[in-house]
């Protein structure tokens, strides 16, 4: 066991299945990377309600994921939707 809380035990459950759904690869972008520098994105931020289930997560790779989160910052976003076609 470690100190991480029984919700990251999950959540690293989660996250994995996403980026083997996704096969490892950038939904965004397309590129294919290590698990290490791939992200799992909340296509509905979690403040705005979105939750932890596949159909509101998208593997992104580090640099989509941190241009994602700014485009969520702003109206801008639809973007991201549109790629994903939601
Ligand atoms: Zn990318």
Same mark, same amino acid.
């Given at each position: 066991?470690s100190?991480?809380?029984?919700?990251?035990?999950?959540w690293?459950?989660?996250? &994995? $299945?996403? @980026?083997?759904?996704?096969?490892?690869?950038?939904?965004?972008?397309?590129? $294919?990377?290590?698990?290490? =520098? @791939?992200? *799992?994105?909340?296509? *509905?931020?979690?403040?705005?309600?979105?939750?932890? *289930?596949? &159909? =509101? @997560?998208?593997?992104?790779?580090?640099?989509?994921?941190? &241009?994602?989160?700014?485009?969520?910052k =702003?109206?801008?976003?639809?973007?991201?939707?549109?790629? @994903?076609? *939601?």
């Open positions: 066991m100190a991480h809380s029984s919700r990251g035990t999950t690293e459950r989660i996250r &994995e $299945a996403i @980026l083997r759904r996704d096969g490892y690869r950038c939904k965004r972008c397309g590129k $294919a990377a290590g698990r290490s =520098n @791939l992200e *799992v994105h909340h296509i *509905v931020p979690k403040h705005r309600g979105g939750r932890d *289930v596949s &159909e =509101n @997560l998208a593997t992104a790779c580090r640099r989509c994921h941190i &241009e994602l989160t700014r485009i969520e =702003n109206p801008a976003r639809a973007e991201w939707e549109a790629h @994903l076609g *939601v």
